[in-house]
């Protein structure tokens, strides 16, 4: 531990494994619950918000920053993390995690996929784009961009003391030295930002769009302006002092641009930072090696430029909804015609649902589990600039559409993330309150805690039914040492992480108890020994 003048700087410890808490929010009487559970289902690990950041874009706007405490801002800001360079490493030791898993905790039975849900990237890059798919499906990975050394606000000489310079600051220490005990770690950024091959995942996986993958910061609609200074060569230092703080989120949303006015360095331009759209994320998850086919995007979203989609397994159908408001803002939205779009989807894995005024309805249909995923929760369906377009007609509001997956029994989970934040929560049927399904939310593994989360579902049989959760962590050294080599690194992003004053150890982030290693107990919303097509 070393002493800042704020707060220490502290190491990260091994402590025991948290038992498994269980949660009866529904009515599933006093059925007990041991491990291994029951006969496993499903067994997925569920990783979310990796943002992986071109670290020296010349339209990112670390600057904002600086306006940490202005409330009028909150929607902007943090716009850098100390440990964002070392992300991509991070990210490949959960990789060589998930592919050393030989049985899940919960069933003991193997991995089938990995899910994500969204924000996979940081800043709607191309460059971005292709080291996530590198990552994830094995290549070379290239965290760098521009020119041959580090060009962005970690430099020695870069005009403010507002960001951690892990090779010293040639005008004294930095705010995070100073205030927090960062360490001097010389040539930390050269390391971190060298490329390197990956082995990828040796697990079929899942993708999803997310507010990061479509928008500047997660928040700033990409107009041609944006475009232009994304492959330009001067980086922003500074907050133009016209802007209107009053108006500054709407004005950042709309016209991210203009905040780019101010005081500039010039840095190499890289044409691989260019902005990519929806259809281009789709295009690369299409092209790219891995396994499945497209990570879950189909011929039909390349065509109608969406990103939702079914995927199916033989006791469980997945449903990956595209919850993103290309409008511009971090929150999501759902238009009618993908909740039309979800209904139908619904419809076909249900014998029996009910119909809007209530009255059940029964069908030739063959039962499945059904899971969904998204970016974005319930909670944060609200973003007020949704409105009406191309993608679809009027925006359905989160009340509606939890009301529509109440009629649909054979939905038993929710996973998604954007909130950073373990997040546990049970979606009663107002109708009929002992029944319902599970939303989890995992933590982001850019942020502390940096951690995945394997889910499993399981037949614990007499109709009764559990999702076992699981938080995972990358096996990494807990002490970095000197961070050299993969896990060095890995573990000092982590450590970082841990010690951001307003995402680390003090946070929320890692959830409570029952937010993190916890057996949802449900009832199964019919038999699940009868199997798929019998």
Not at 63 to 89: G, H, I, S
């Amino acid at each position: 531990m070393r002493s800042g003048r704020v707060a220490p700087y502290r190491s990260v410890r091994v402590l025991d494994g948290e038992a498994h808490a269980v949660r009866h929010d529904f009515d599933v009487g006093n059925a007990p619950y041991r491990l291994p559970a029951g006969r496993p289902v499903l067994c997925l690990a569920h990783l979310t918000d990796l943002q992986l950041a071109d670290v020296e874009s010349p339209a990112r706007f670390e600057f904002l920053n600086r306006e940490f405490a202005d409330p009028r801002f909150a929607e902007l800001v943090p716009a850098q993390r100390p440990q964002e360079a070392l992300t991509a490493r991070a990210v490949e030791a959960m990789i060589h995690t998930l592919n050393r898993i030989d049985a899940c905790p919960g069933t003991r039975a193997p991995l089938q996929l990995v899910v994500t849900t969204g924000d996979a990237i940081d800043n709607a890059q191309w460059n971005e784009l292709q080291a996530f798919l590198a990552l994830l499906d094995g290549g070379t990975v290239r965290p760098g961009s521009g020119g041959p050394g580090y060009e962005g606000v970690q430099s020695p000489h870069w005009p403010d003391d507002l960001f951690w310079k892990p090779d010293g600051h040639a005008g004294g220490p930095d705010l995070f030295r100073s205030d927090y005990g960062f360490p001097h770690r010389p040539e930390l950024l050269r390391r971190a930002l060298a490329s390197f091959s990956s082995t990828g995942l040796r697990l079929p996986w899942l993708g999803c769009y997310g507010n990061h993958e479509a928008l500047v910061q997660g928040v700033a609609r990409v107009t041609p302006e944006l475009a232009a200074a994304l492959v330009a060569g001067d980086k922003p230092t500074r907050l133009p002092g016209w802007i209107d703080r009053d108006r500054a989120t709407d004005l950042f949303v709309d016209s991210a641009h203009v905040f780019l006015d101010g005081e500039s360095l010039p840095i190499t331009l890289d044409p691989g930072r260019r902005a990519v759209s929806r259809h281009e994320f789709v295009e690369a998850h299409l092209a790219s090696s891995g396994l499945p086919h497209g990570h879950g995007f189909t011929e039909r979203n390349r065509r109608d430029g969406t990103a939702h989609y079914v995927y199916d397994l033989p006791s469980v159908r997945l449903i990956a909804l595209d919850t993103t408001c290309l409008a511009g803002a971090s929150d999501g939205a759902l238009d009618e015609d993908q909740v039309r779009w979800l209904e139908d989807r619904l419809i076909e894995v249900h014998s029996a649902h009910r119909a809007p005024d209530g009255h059940p309805v029964t069908s030739g249909h063959e039962d499945r589990l059904v899971v969904l995923f998204s970016h974005h929760g319930p909670d944060t369906l609200t973003n007020r600039r949704a409105r009406p377009g191309r993608d679809g007609g009027a925006v359905v509001g989160a009340p509606d559409l939890l009301a529509l997956l109440h009629r649909f029994p054979n939905v038993v989970l929710w996973l998604n993330g954007h909130t950073h934040t373990n997040t546990v929560r049970a979606r009663r049927d107002p109708l009929r309150p002992g029944r319902g399904f599970w939303e989890v939310t995992t933590c982001a593994l850019v942020d502390w805690p940096c951690q995945a989360r394997i889910v499993e579902i399981s037949d614990d049989g007499d109709g009764l039914m559990s999702i076992t959760c699981t938080m995972l962590d990358h096996d990494s050294p807990t002490a970095p040492g000197a961070a050299d080599g993969r896990l060095g690194l890995a573990s000092l992003h982590r450590e970082l992480a841990a010690n951001v004053p307003w995402a680390g150890f003090g946070s929320d982030l890692a959830g409570q108890t029952w937010d993190r290693n916890v057996a949802l107990r449900l009832r199964a919303p019919f038999p699940l020994s009868r199997p798929a097509g019998g």
